[in-house]
């Protein structure tokens, strides 16, 4: 599996950014797909999940602001977002999940960076006036 971020880029506070993930190599229809951030010094976090069923998760402080979505047909995962804050500068990573051998159910769109095998290289948000 190879995953390609493309989108990241500087904006101003209230702006906006469409981050896309090419997955290659990967069933874009199996398990979850997500993404992932990470700010200087501070510790990683999950922004938004997407399961096989469609079924999404996000963090409390992207809610109403972000919206992942993925189109299986060109193995693509995209992070729409809006109303872009200071805050949420940080290095966004594209994750999927293969496979998963914890207890059943298992979780749709899980924000859980150890339940994801896949990880992008990274591409930089940054929201700055």
């Known amino acids: 599996v190879q995953l390609v971020e493309s989108g990241g880029g500087s904006v101003q506070p209230g702006g906006s950014l469409r981050l896309s993930c090419r997955a290659s190599g990967y069933t874009a229809s199996s398990y979850s797909m997500g993404w992932f951030r990470q700010a200087p010094g501070k510790e990683r976090e999950g922004v938004a999940a997407i399961g096989r069923d469609g079924s999404t998760e996000y963090a409390d402080s992207v809610k109403g602001r972000f919206t992942i979505s993925k189109d299986n047909a060109k193995e693509t995962l995209n992070l729409q977002m809006i109303n872009l804050k200071p805050e949420d500068t940080a290095t966004y990573y594209c994750?999927?999940?293969?496979?998963?051998?914890?207890?059943?159910?298992?979780?749709?769109?899980?924000?859980?960076?150890?339940?994801?095998?896949?990880w992008g290289q990274g591409t930089q948000v940054t929201v700055s006036s």
């Open positions: 994750v999927v999940q293969t496979y998963y051998s914890g207890p059943a159910p298992r979780p749709r769109a899980p924000l859980i960076d150890r339940l994801y095998q896949h």
